[in-house]
Nanobody, 120 residues
Framework: QVQLVESGGGLVQDGGSLGLSCAAS????????VGWYRQAPGKQRELVAA???????TYADSVKGRFTISRDDAKNTVLLQMNSLKPEDTAVYYC??????????????WGQGTQVTVSS
């Protein structure tokens, strides 16, 4: 069984930095595209950053130049480094990954989320 676990959230002041980690465990053949999403209270979940299996990255306009997504396939981990954080970055951050639990399957998995709070 595959699990995704996010970590690294917390409380930080305006302008501060946090690093989030998304670790996959279980029966994994390979990991494809991975995305970090966030959901603020009363708002829809939105894509913040994504990275393909080949390492191509994309970012929401609101975080370009501040956030960096990277992956370590040897550790089945995807990181999100967040700098120059703003109060509007406050949300629960979720990791979503396309994972092959076997050679013939490709499934999307979500983590449980980690809270990021930026105080002004």
């Amino acid at each position: 069984q595959v699990q995704l676990v996010e970590s690294g959230g917390g409380l930080v002041q305006d302008g501060g930095s946090l690093g989030l980690s998304c670790a996959a465990s279980g029966s994994i053949v390979s990991i494809g595209d991975v995305g970090w999403y966030r959901q603020a209270p009363g708002k829809q979940r939105e894509l913040v950053a994504a990275i393909t299996s080949g390492g191509t990255t994309t970012y929401a306009d609101s975080v370009k130049g501040r956030f960096t997504i990277s992956r370590d396939d040897a550790k089945n981990t995807v990181l999100l480094q967040m700098n120059s954080l703003k109060p509007e970055d406050t949300a629960v951050y979720y990791c979503n990954a396309q994972i092959r639990p076997s050679r013939y399957e490709l499934r999307g998995y979500w983590g449980q989320g980690t809270q990021v709070t930026v105080s002004s």
